[in-house]
Structure formats: C-alpha cells, structure tokens
C-alpha cells in the first residue's frame, strides 16, 4: 500500500510540473482565447491512458504513469475555470470550439489510443 501512495505521488508530481510548465508557456501568449496549453494537456493525455490501457499496462506502471503522472498532468478543474472565464468574457465561439474539441477529441483520442495500446508492445 504504501509503495503504491509514493508511486502515485511521484507521478503525480512530475505530472503537475509538466502540465504547470505546459499551461505557462501555451496559455499566456495571448495569440488564442483558446487555452491551448489545457487542450494540449487535456487530449494528449486522453491518448495515453487509452495507449496504457489497450496495452494491457497494469500494476506499478499504472499506478505511476496512469494514475500519478496523467491524473495530474490532466485537469478538469482548470478546464472548468477556463470554460468558465471565457463564458464570463462572451467568447460564445471560442468557449464552443474549446468544449467541443476538448470532450469530443479527448474521445477520440482515448479509443485512438486504446486501439494503438492493443496493436503496439510496451
């Protein structure tokens, strides 16, 4: 169990970094109403979960990589906010294009994955 938690942690670390340094560098250009670094973070994620799990992937890995690392490399609260504000700023077009491409890439990416994990040893 507790190997597990510090597992789950040092994903979860790293994961955080990543999307922290991801968001910061995408998201504060100014060249998008779109937060392209949450999009980015968001689908490419859905790909490697569905990748880890269409691979078989279980175990100590999961723990790591699918739980620690992509449970906090994604977020769906800042995804939340960012709807949020670009719903408060009247961005009608911008807050649709986002929703769609986030939930409905993030599908696509997931199955996308999920069928490249099955194909491909890891």
């Given at each position: 169990m507790m190997i597990a938690m510090m597992l789950?942690?040092?994903g979860g670390f790293f994961g955080a970094m990543a999307r922290y340094a991801i968001s910061l560098r995408w998201n504060?250009?100014?060249s998008s109403k779109i937060p392209a670094g949450t999009l980015f973070v968001n689908?490419?994620?859905s790909f490697l979960i569905g990748l880890l799990t269409g691979a078989g992937v279980g175990g100590m890995v999961m723990l790591l990589f699918g739980v620690g690392f992509l449970g906090a490399f994604t977020t769906f609260s800042t995804l939340n906010y960012e709807v949020l504000q670009l719903h408060?700023?009247?961005h009608k077009k911008a807050?649709?294009?986002y929703m769609f491409l986030t939930y409905g890439g993030g599908?696509?990416?997931v199955c996308l994955g999920f069928l490249t994990g099955g194909?491909?040893?890891l």
């Open positions: 789950v942690g040092a504060s250009d100014g689908l490419s994620g408060l700023k009247k807050l649709l294009i599908l696509l990416l194909i491909l040893p």
